[in-house]
């Protein structure tokens, strides 16, 4: 029953980093950077109210908010990747993303607003993450909460794990998932 639970919960595994994180693998994150948007809006455009309060486990967050959620998330990376590029150090602000999948703004709201959101974010996060100097790419933040210091390309991967995973739980709760659309 775990097992089932865990695969429901991480349908295509955790974020592992690789040991060595070369321009090569950045660019292949980039990619899934840049395709989330309308990869995203392809899977969630047509979609009626109904199916929008879909599930993809029993607890887990219904479609709408998941895709609330990915706008919320990702505006948070996008400002600790400036805070890394324009501070020693910083350590970031963490947020309850629990509660925020509650507010009224990830509630009956249109998913849309949260889709062009992430339209006009994802252009500008590509376009920083392809301007950045190798040394830029080794900056770091510390996260409160665990303490440890992530790296901005490290980052960059858990981001496009962040995507591919939460386009999973659309397609867990939409029933059109396969192993196959994983990283």
Not at 42 to 69: A, C, F, K, M, N
Not at 72 to 101: C, V
Request: hydrophobic share 40%.
């Amino acid at each position: 029953m775990q097992h089932h639970m865990d695969k429901l919960r991480y349908p295509i595994g955790k974020f592992v980093p690789p040991l060595d994180i070369n321009r090569q693998i950045i660019d292949g994150w980039l990619k899934i950077l840049e395709s989330f948007p309308q990869k995203l809006k392809e899977e969630v455009v047509d979609l009626s109210e109904q199916e929008l309060e879909q599930s993809y486990r029993p607890g887990g967050w219904t479609i709408r908010q998941l895709v609330h959620h990915c706008a919320d998330s990702h505006m948070n990376s996008l400002i600790r990747f400036k805070l890394a590029l324009t501070e020693d150090t910083p350590t970031i602000k963490p947020y309850a993303e629990d509660l925020w999948a509650e507010l009224p703004d990830s509630g009956k709201v249109d998913i849309m607003c949260s889709v062009r959101i992430l339209e006009g974010l994802h252009e500008r996060w590509t376009v920083l993450i392809k301007n950045m100097a190798p040394e830029e790419l080794e900056k770091q933040f510390r996260h409160p909460e665990s303490n440890a210091l992530i790296s901005l390309k490290t980052n960059i991967g858990i981001y496009a794990w962040h995507a591919e995973h939460h386009l999973a739980h659309i397609r867990l709760a939409k029933g059109t998932f396969t192993e196959t659309n994983t990283l």
